[in-house]
C-alpha cells in the first residue's frame, strides 16, 4: 500500500545540533509551558508521535505508560539511553501512516514539531483518530503559515505564497507550514472537537534572543499563548482536541499491562501478533516485524531467508 513520503532523521544529531547547542532555550521552555497547560493530569497510556530523542516525554510524567513512536530508530535509541528501559515507556519504530495499534487504544496522544514533516497531513491525524479511545485527548503543534512575519513578507512582495490561502505551503522539501483553519476542519471532520488553542514562540527572532534575557521573552510569551483563542498569528500554535465521535471499538481495560496486546499487523491489520521474541508474527500474512534492544520496529517486515 503506497504512503506518503517520510521524513527521516536516522542518523541525525537534531537533539544535539538543534535542541541542546543550537541556542533553543526560549522555544523549549514555552512549550514546556503550553504543554502544562494542555496535558491532562493523569492517565493510562499516551502516545508520543514523532518522540524523537524524547526530548519533551519526562513533561507526561501524570500517565501511567507512555508509548515513544518515531519512523528513526536511532532517535528512539537515543530517547532510550536518555530515559532508559523501563516499563513506563515502550519503544516504536513505526511509520505515522500505518501505526502499529489496535484501535481505541490511547487515552492520549501528542504530536508535537512532527506534523509539519506531513505530506498529507489529513491521513495522519485520521490515524490518530482511530487510535484514540472515546473521549481521548490529542495535543498538536503546527508551523503556521499565517504568522506575522509571513504577512508582512507577502505584502511587501517579498514572497510569492500567500499566508491566507487553506493549503499547505512547503518552504523547504517535506517542511510544511498549515493555515489554522485549515487544521481545524481537518480536526473537525474527523471528529475532534477543539478545546483550547495557545499560539507560541512570537519573539523567535535571533537578534531578540541574544539581547534579552531568556527568562523575559519566555514570560511574555507565556502571557501571549492564551491571544490563540481570538487569533492565530505566531510562527507556532498548540491545539488540544478532544476525540468525541465514538465508534465501536476493541479497547482494553485500563490497567493492562501487556504491551503485545497493544500492537496489531500495520500492513493487513490483523491483532493479536504472535511474540517470537525477536519478532512478532502476524498469524494472517505472516508478516514478521522486528524487536531488538527493547524496541519495536514496525517500518518494514523483515525476511528470515536472507
Not at 530515559?83 to 515502550?90: F, H, I, Q, R, S
Not at 534575557?213 to 491545539?239: E, H, I, N
Request: proline fraction near 5%.
Amino acid at each position: 500500500m503506497a504512503t506518503p513520503p517520510i521524513c527521516d532523521y536516522e542518523g541525525s544529531d537534531y537533539q544535539t545540533s538543534f535542541w541542546d547547542k543550537g541556542g533553543r532555550e526560549y522555544e523549549d521552555r514555552t512549550e514546556a509551558i503550553a504543554l502544562q497547560r494542555l496535558l491532562p493530569e493523569s492517565g493510562h497510556l499516551l502516545l508520543e508521535l514523532g518522540a524523537g530523542a524524547g526530548r519533551n516525554t519526562p513533561r507526561y510524567r501524570g500517565f501511567d505508560r507512555i508509548v515513544l513512536l518515531d519512523y528513526s530508530r536511532t532517535q528512539l535509541e537515543q530517547a532510550q539511553a536518555r530515559l532508559g528501559k523501563t516499563d513506563k515507556y515502550v519503544y516504536v519504530a513505526a511509520d505515522v501512516y500505518r501505526l502499529p495499534f489496535i484501535d481505541g487504544l490511547f487515552d492520549a496522544a501528542t504530536m508535537i514539531r512532527t506534523i509539519h514533516h506531513m505530506a498529507d497531513a489529513p491521513k495522519a491525524l485520521g490515524q490518530v483518530q482511530k487510535v484514540l479511545g472515546a473521549d481521548g485527548v490529542f495535543i498538536v503543534e503546527y508551523a503556521n503559515k499565517l504568522n506575522i512575519k509571513a504577512i508582512f513578507r507577502y505584502l511587501m512582495g517579498r514572497q510569492t505564497w500567500s499566508p491566507f490561502t487553506l493549503e499547505p505551503v512547503e518552504f523547504v522539501e517535506l517542511n510544511f507550514d498549515f493555515h489554522p483553519e485549515a487544521v481545524r476542519n481537518w480536526l473537525k471532520d474527523l471528529g475532534f472537537a477543539i478545546e483550547k488553542t495557545l499560539t507560541l514562540s512570537y519573539f523567535r527572532v535571533g537578534l531578540l534572543k541574544r539581547i534579552v534575557p531568556t527568562s523575559v521573552l519566555v514570560f511574555f510569551d507565556s502571557l501571549l499563548q492564551w491571544t490563540g483563542a481570538w487569533w492565530q498569528l505566531s510562527p507556532s500554535v498548540f491545539v488540544r482536541a478532544k476525540k468525541v465521535r465514538r465508534h465501536a471499538s476493541r479497547i482494553p481495560p485500563h490497567g493492562q499491562d501487556n504491551i503485545l496486546s497493544y500492537f496489531k499487523c500495520p500492513d493487513c491489520g490483523h491483532s493479536p501478533l504472535i511474540d517470537k521474541t525477536e519478532f512478532l508474527e502476524c498469524s494472517n500474512c505472516q508478516k514478521k516485524w522486528g524487536v531488538r534492544d527493547g524496541i519495536y520496529d514496525f517500518r518494514e517486515p523483515i525476511n528470515l531467508d536472507i
